[in-house]
């Protein structure tokens, strides 16, 4: 208890302190670049004469506010299954992702819309702040229960400038188009994690094997989250589209790829499971790969049938990830990946990246039209053959893996540093290290968890 | 534990072959006759030459993903009230519902969007597949916990066909208005449940009866769904109308309609309540009879005064039936109601046709003005009389209760085939026979749960 | 048990009696009084010859909505934080809301679209009641648990009059601005509440002391509202300013407001928590006053910098108010503030009607151009000074508080009537004397909640 006294001590001060100087940082950096654009700007916006139906706020707010519930609701109680760690998994996804928002709108801003000095902002970059804290959360999803908060600021910290510098080679310099984030979302934010992962490897953590499964109501919490991500996907992948029926194609495509994967996560989770039992984490996780995986080509001219067969894939191999392929990550490759993040971004992202290559590399003027100019612009315009875009499309993946991996190595570099917050090994995936916990909770939690734990005693 | 064994051997199989060959089928049906229609297909948009805010999309998507969110947060929370078959009522939903969206788009499109060769779809297929999934859930709530998931996917694929019939009959053949689906959605899909679990009555199902109740978290969880439902209502209503005034109108209405069925469902419920204790299954549902008594008149000229008159009533007539009926319904007419759907979606429903026939019937030039085209065209193109379109709202009435009653009568026979997987009396309302349940729970429902039980020795 | 069951007597048609009571005199004022407006009437809007696309439901509806499950799901989940109150608190919170919305429709209706003896309804209308409930529901946080429902609808429905009354003199007399509410809103409703809750001051409340707490679920419940309130909080500042940039910009400074709020709520929970742990109280509350602060200057051009800096002191102000000012706010001035409702309406209201007076007396026409107009049309039309607008600012805050006050007041003197269904000191926070709780939880609660209580013997 001494030690833990003298731990928590530490800790008194280090999550204040690093909260209080991220946001007094970010503050001033706000108030010398960030300046209102001209859809939200008083007097820009009137000076342009606009007509006030056309701000874009009618076109993007909708699928902006899906986008936040999704961020929010949906990744806060997705890893919200473990039966002590409710109040961590919701809190520092709050914590991380309002954090990630203010940093995010900085990074992206002045690699995106800095113009005359200043950083513009307005839905689209709201936007594109929360898809950066998306892939911040992923990261998170794979050291869930395994790091303090002050350690998750800091990958947020590093993670949203490799993010935006990603992003920025990719969509600028690439020319890869990437909208619901296959690549720079899932496939990124899921190698960072990763790698995060591995490079935290805790050998002794069956300490807290226990803690490591979810209770009945923890598991209902979490198809909260499951569903919230599930029902708005559509309008995470359609909400940085061009407008008009690209805006709504991705839409559609997605929500039919979400219909596919949850059946093919269904059948396979009945049939590798014990008595052909299904399993929650299937359930929660696998049927929303279907999202995933047409991330990078929804905007595409995919087809129907091309969205309900993706999303078969991908729920397919997601399932089959998480009950065949994650015990070998933590067993040959030391990778502990506690909400599956490499089945459900990991392993859908790139398959999502691929398939991307194959549905550009399949564009014609025929099947576009007069819309290509709007999804395939370089096409459009002559600068690049269809098979070139494929190509680009491929380099973009590539790049991605490496950015996360050098990303996630640093990353897990910086949180080793030995004075922060880390929890011990007996301790991982318990909220009473960080929370006031309910006087009920703990006695009810120590009665009837094992008896024979010696965690107390530790 | 042999026999559960051998059970469970069956279904290990079941589920998985029946999911993987609907999404097959669908799949396949979709490739031959699934296309984008001219608001998501690229080159079809631009040729059109139209304008991107004209896109259908941004009147429709907002509303689109509120009846989402209700088909998928809400009615799964909403039967979540069990105490021990939250996993199943949420995720067997989820599963229905995903199957259903597909498989109603294909019949929903050869019923109504079949040009060419080919079935078009965008977002008003998404709402109409969403709608047919609303009533594949309702039936599911008249048998919930006492089917397996096979039995459902098989529900689901006759329901939806039958479905589109009646509506197909109701719409286009008779000219019936009925846009939040008083009639297609409510009435169809109680009266197709309660015959159904009529033809799949358990002498024996007290057996099971200690499971039927809920625990106070599931209570909880149950209002979650609710109260989604209940905001997300005049959504659902306006979702299919005309754009401008009528959509509205329609939104407006069903607002307050909820208003005053939640009042007198907590009057009603006070008021036969044990010593004037207020009843959670009272306010889950009948609360909520509000939305369904205006939904095939609240797109018309109701009046506020109407909206609220129609919602008082359909919140008292609701929670009197969960009251006084739903004990009848089971002793009488052997119909096991689990979650009350003739309170909340049969009576209401039927009462809200019957709204729907006066409301037409009084329908004059002078109260609809230049609006009269787009609520009633038959009237306003003179092919009609009110009186005339009264008498076929009547119709379209009966026509559903046949529809449904035939249909519940073959969906029963179709269920009680006796390879399925069908839970056995002692098991009805038990996740642990489909799905992996964390221990603790086993250990504490087992332990906390009327110890001299012999569930386990069955 | 009773004297239980006398007072459950009375309860028993008091409930009912006063829902059908005020059910029926609403229902006959919406007869009389309450009409379609232009864009919800058939006949009104095609004789107006207007184009669908522009009727206001397509730039209000969307955000109406996130109000509108702000209200519901929000403010009911993050009051179900009590062990033994999550029936009451979502429940009474659904009945509450439901009157408020049809009367404030009434008292709003002929204060503000009272014309040619009809009051004109349209999704603006919905937006203003759906903002007043949101004032009664803050009413109802301070004393939460300490009331029965029949006392609350009497408190909605003399709040909802001087909720009318106040928004009147401030908005049309005064011509004060305050879009998102800081003061009609949450400094009404707190101050209303806690001046309330002064007067029903219960001095032998500890009694009911151990239900005062949250077990380890219902804090996940409560963090479901916490959730959907941040989320959702830019489309409540938003909704009902000017079309345009106004609305843009105010939901983007509100953002931002609201990820400073969350910063600075972790660090000062920590700092000053035991052993630098953090308290769910802080995060379910405090968080959250970020979007109080900027609920008067959201609209005006506080710069992106602004919002941040004004959420940050927001965030820390509401945090440490519920760690030294809530114990003092009992012990000092004997108001009893179930839900901390100063510290997060009381005084993040009054800041916000602050800062909009400092805001509003730095508007000049050159960094609001043209867009003065809309903003601030006195002073854009010359009638006004920035100063004076700033002096008429506070003036409002002024009024508001004495509204609140001797609302507040009367308020009290009308609940402790003597024959109401309030609780006896010791069946505070306890659903069991209004609702029908499952048993196995009553025996739970019994069993597992201090035996020594003599709770059941009373």
Redesign the interface.
């Known amino acids: 208890m001494a030690g833990s006294?003298r731990r928590?001590?530490g800790?008194?001060?280090?999550?204040?302190?690093l909260?209080?100087l991220?946001?007094g940082a970010?503050?001033i950096l706000?108030?010398v670049f960030?300046?209102?654009n001209h859809?939200?700007?008083?007097?820009?916006?009137?000076?342009g004469n606009?007509s006030?139906?056309?701000?874009?706020?009618?076109?993007r707010?909708?699928?902006f506010?899906?986008v936040?519930?999704m961020i929010?609701?949906g990744f806060?109680?997705l890893m919200?299954f473990l039966?002590r760690y409710?109040?961590s998994s919701?809190?520092f996804t709050?914590?991380l992702a309002?954090?990630a928002?203010?940093w995010s709108?900085l990074v992206q801003g002045f690699l995106h819309t800095f113009h005359g000095g200043h950083i513009h902002?307005?839905?689209e970059s709201?936007i594109n702040a929360d898809f950066c804290a998306g892939a911040v959360l992923i990261s998170f999803g794979a050291i869930l229960g395994k790091t303090g908060?002050a350690q998750l600021l800091l990958m947020a910290l590093l993670e949203v400038v490799l993010f935006g510098l990603n992003e920025f080679v990719l969509l600028s310099l690439l020319g890869v188009k990437d909208a619901g984030g296959s690549m720079t979302i899932h496939t990124f934010g899921a190698y960072f994690g990763l790698v995060l992962s591995r490079v935290l490897y805790r050998p002794q953590l069956e300490k807290s094997k226990h803690r490591q499964?979810?209770?009945?109501?923890s598991?209902?919490?979490a198809?909260?989250g499951t569903?919230?991500l599930?029902?708005?996907w559509?309008?995470f992948n359609s909400a940085p589209t061009?407008?008009?029926?690209?805006?709504?194609?991705t839409?559609?495509n997605t929500?039919?790829s979400?219909?596919?994967s949850?059946?093919?996560t269904?059948?396979?989770s009945?049939?590798v499971?014990?008595?052909?039992?299904?399993?929650?984490v299937h359930?929660q996780n696998a049927?929303l790969a279907g999202g995933v995986v047409v991330g990078t080509s929804a905007e595409m001219?995919l087809?129907?049938?091309g969205a309900?067969?993706a999303g078969?894939l991908a729920g397919t191999v997601s399932t089959l990830g998480f009950k065949f392929f994650t015990p070998i990550l933590e067993s040959k490759f030391k990778i502990q990946d506690t909400c599956g993040v490499h089945n459900l971004h990991g392993m859908p992202g790139v398959l999502g990246a691929l398939l991307g290559v194959l549905v550009a590399g399949l564009a014609t003027h025929?099947?576009?039209?007069?819309?290509?100019e709007?999804?395939f612009p370089l096409i459009a315009e002559g600068q690049r053959s269809a098979t070139s875009q494929a190509l680009h499309q491929l380099f973009g993946l590539f790049v991605t893996l490496i950015f996360a991996s050098v990303g996630g190595g640093l990353g897990g570099l910086l949180l080793r540093l030995p004075f922060l917050d880390s929890p011990p090994d007996s301790q991982c995936y318990e909220d009473q290290?960080?929370?006031?916990?309910?006087?009920?909770?703990a006695d009810?939690a120590q009665g009837?968890?094992r008896p024979e734990e010696p965690d107390t005693q530790a």
Request: a negative charge; charged letters at 15%.
């Open positions: 006294s928590a001590g800790r008194r001060l280090q999550l204040p302190l909260c209080l991220l946001q970010t503050a706000f108030a960030v300046r209102y859809e939200t700007d008083a007097a820009l916006w009137h000076w606009h006030n139906p056309d701000n874009e706020f009618y076109f707010y909708p699928s506010q899906d936040h519930t929010f609701v806060g109680f919200a039966q409710g109040f919701v809190g709050f914590l309002a954090f928002l203010q709108t902002v307005g839905v709201m908060p499964s979810s209770v009945y109501h598991d209902l919490f198809m909260i569903i919230f599930w029902v708005f559509p309008s061009p407008l008009g029926d690209g805006q709504h194609r839409a559609l929500y039919y979400l219909t596919a949850t059946l093919s269904f059948a396979l009945a049939l499971g014990r008595d052909g039992r299904l399993d929650m359930v049927a001219m087809t129907p049938f309900l067969a078969f025929d099947s576009y039209g007069e819309g290509l709007s999804v290290i960080y929370w006031e916990v309910p006087e009920e909770h009810l009837s968890l």
